[in-house]
């Protein structure tokens, strides 16, 4: 009879261990779910209880909705529910386009996004002519690039970066999940006749 009700003890141990580890992850959906903007890893843990190995559950979560109609997606340092890749076109007749970006806008991004990090001078060079006040604003207005460290080098000059919102848009978790260059001139990001990336796809 001890030997049953030591089984049982165990047993009921072992249930409550398991409900323990869903109730984080049900914690976890609903932080994640309620966040109007992707949350990183140090966010996250100071949300949930002490004892937690939030990359587990995270591993675990995004195991679980690996074939689902959303998915837990990692955005550089960060993590968000986005509607899985392959249903995007469900959705598109939803979208409003609110502003097409002009081609210097587009080849200005490009050029900041695959070199990491740029000055107005660089940019200037790749492109082989001046860059605007006008485009560098649109695309900071828009959020896709920022300011980042300025250059050590004479007269200091700022550096621009693209953002976390720039990789959540294009559906990347970091820089090295960019496109190729022919893949961009195939979707028409890029003009066929346009070289002005060629040097950073080549690195």
Known sequence: MNIIMKNSVGQ????????????????????????????????IIKRMPHDTNV?????????????RGFRI??????????TASDLSFLLQNHVVEKRKLSKAA????AIIAYHKSSTRAEIEEIRGISVSSGTIDILMNIGWINFGPRR???????TF???????????????????????LR?????????????????N
């Open 106 to 109: 587009l080849e200005v991004l």
């Open 73 to 82: 997606v990692k955005i550089a340092d960060s993590y968000a529910f986005r």
């Open 186 to 202: 195939e979707s028409g990001l890029l003009q066929r006749r346009s070289e002005s990336l060629e040097l950073a796809d080549n």
């Open 12 to 43: 009921k141990k072992e249930t409550t261990s398991t409900e323990f580890e869903f109730d984080k992850e049900r914690m976890l959906e609903a932080i994640l779910f309620a966040s109007a903007d992707p949350l990183s890893l140090k966010d």
């Open 161 to 183: 970066i693209v953002t976390q919102l720039f990789l959540d848009h294009f559906g990347l978790e970091s820089l090295q999940d960019l496109p190729g260059i022919n893949e």
């Open 152 to 158: 050590l080098t004479p007269g200091r000059p700022i």
């Open 55 to 67: 990359k587990a559950v995270l591993a675990s979560l995004q195991k679980r909705y690996e074939n």
